[in-house]
């Protein structure tokens, strides 16, 4: 898979999973980062570890095995909480209203807010697929401060051109734009106007989907 070359911490991720419902986003992008050969540091709020619960067979053990290391929530003494931790950047997800409020305010008092933060001090890329509807004026204020700040507010809306046969399609979509925005090419979903990954000739009048090489949400 190709991915852009970055002087600093190109080959290390840190990846957040809040305790907003979607807990499959969080899932694959750790599937698609280890497939991608990048090193992933996952932090896992409290909450996530209870919604894991409600919308997922896999254990938090089996999540954490996904990652290459991984940390407490408590432990803000982790070397992602340090800004000379050299990485490409964070993606949370999915990301929840709690977690962008505590990050839009620099509230550092868990380990995946401070990782954020640090992620935005050293201007580093941060990506947050915000998980929420409707949203309050409160939510809105919190998404401009964090996009003033250098952050990426990028909810998981899915694409329906790519004609998706499943969830386990909407979700790579919407895993796989995420993705683009550190560099990285999930290969895992239909662009628009392009052939799929490995075909010959010119790109299709409609885009097709094709089959995925591991499911989303089962391990």
């Not at 840190?14 to 932090?43: F, K, N």
């Not at 996904?66 to 000379?84: K, M, N, R, T």
């Amino acid at each position: 898979m190709n991915h852009i070359s970055y002087p600093r911490g190109s080959n290390r991720m840190v990846v957040g999973i809040s305790g907003a419902t979607g807990i499959a986003y969080g899932i694959r992008t750790l599937q698609v980062l280890r497939a991608a050969g990048i090193e992933t540091h996952l932090v896992m709020s409290r909450s996530a570890r209870l919604t894991l619960s409600y919308e997922s067979d896999l254990s938090t053990a089996q999540v954490q095995d996904l990652a290459d290391f991984h940390y407490s929530p408590d432990d803000v003494g982790a070397p992602i909480a340090s800004g000379s931790f050299r990485t490409r950047g964070m993606i949370v997800a999915p990301c929840s209203v709690k977690s962008l409020a505590q990050i839009a305010v620099g509230t550092c008092d868990t380990l995946l807010a401070r990782a954020a933060d640090v992620t935005l001090k050293e201007r580093n890329r941060l990506v947050l697929m915000v998980r929420e509807t409707p949203l309050t004026l409160t939510h809105l204020r919190n998404m401009t401060t964090v996009t003033e700040n250098g952050g990426i507010i990028a909810p998981p809306v899915p694409a329906f051109y790519t004609r998706p046969k499943g969830l386990e399609e909407v979700v790579d979509q919407s895993v796989g734009r995420a993705l683009d925005l550190f560099g990285i090419d999930s290969e895992t979903f239909p662009r628009w106007g392009e052939p799929p990954a490995g075909a010959e000739g010119p790109a299709p009048t409609h885009t097709t989907t094709r089959p995925l090489a591991q499911s989303a949400i089962h391990v």
